[in-house]
């Protein structure tokens, strides 16, 4: 019952507000300074109305370093924090949700183990533009939309290992072990692929989930390849 107390509560807020909605309107709480006053504080997105409109590109994502004047520009790095809606931590109970290291750890048993598979979900122009070393790229919409691209997600279920069957039915016997992943914790790319697969019978087990995706792992200072 603990396990599941989080997912609980993000539902609860989820039928409260809107994803958008919560993380602006945030959480108002007391902090106790040092002098003993109490100050009133509201935990959220402290985004301004400007910065929200900013588009989303590659340009404008991943261009620019900046910290203090002392600090080496080989050493600093920042990202635009202001777009998309951020996600819990959990997609599903049987989902595994990865970090940098596991990633990492990932890739490596990828090297001797054809079973599994590390998935860029964005759409191409972000993949060619830079994405993870050993990534392939299967955009979610594929899996999300169907009906527009029949033949694309029967070639992306094929690559995952899936086994079409007649009266679209699916055998998943041997179906791969896939770390997907998208732009960060505010992108909803990555869920939309792994809450499609789930939908066709994709075990849970097999599926997991690296939330923090490019641009945490830019920010780590992990190697990247780009055009």
Request: charged share 25%.
């Amino acid at each position: 019952m603990h396990k599941k107390t989080p997912i609980i509560l993000c539902l609860l807020l989820t039928l409260l507000y809107s994803a958008e909605e919560f993380e602006y309107i945030g959480v108002d709480v007391n902090i106790t300074m040092p002098n003993k006053e109490i100050k009133k504080l509201t935990v959220k997105r402290n985004i301004l109305a400007e910065c929200r409109k900013v588009l989303i590109t590659n340009k404008n994502l991943w261009t620019g370093n900046f910290a203090h004047s002392s600090v080496p520009k080989a050493c600093t790095s920042t990202f635009v924090h202001s777009k998309g809606k951020l996600l819990a931590m959990t997609l599903d109970d049987d989902l595994e949700t990865y970090g940098e290291l596991e990633v990492l750890a990932f890739i490596k048993e990828m090297q001797h183990n054809k079973d599994l598979l590390l998935v860029d979900a964005r759409t191409e122009p972000w993949y060619a533009y830079a994405t993870i070393p050993t990534a392939v790229n299967v955009p979610f919409v594929h899996l999300k939309r169907p009906k527009e691209y029949e033949f694309e997600r029967e070639d992306a279920l094929r690559l995952f290992g899936v086994k079409i069957q007649k009266n679209d039915e699916y055998d998943f016997s041997k179906a791969k072990t896939l770390v997907v992943f998208c732009n960060g914790s505010w992108c909803s790319q990555s869920p939309d692929m792994i809450f499609a697969l789930l939908e066709l019978g994709y075990p849970a087990e097999k599926l997991k989930w690296y939330r923090g995706g490019f641009q945490d792992w830019l920010a780590a200072g992990m190697t990247i390849i780009k055009k």
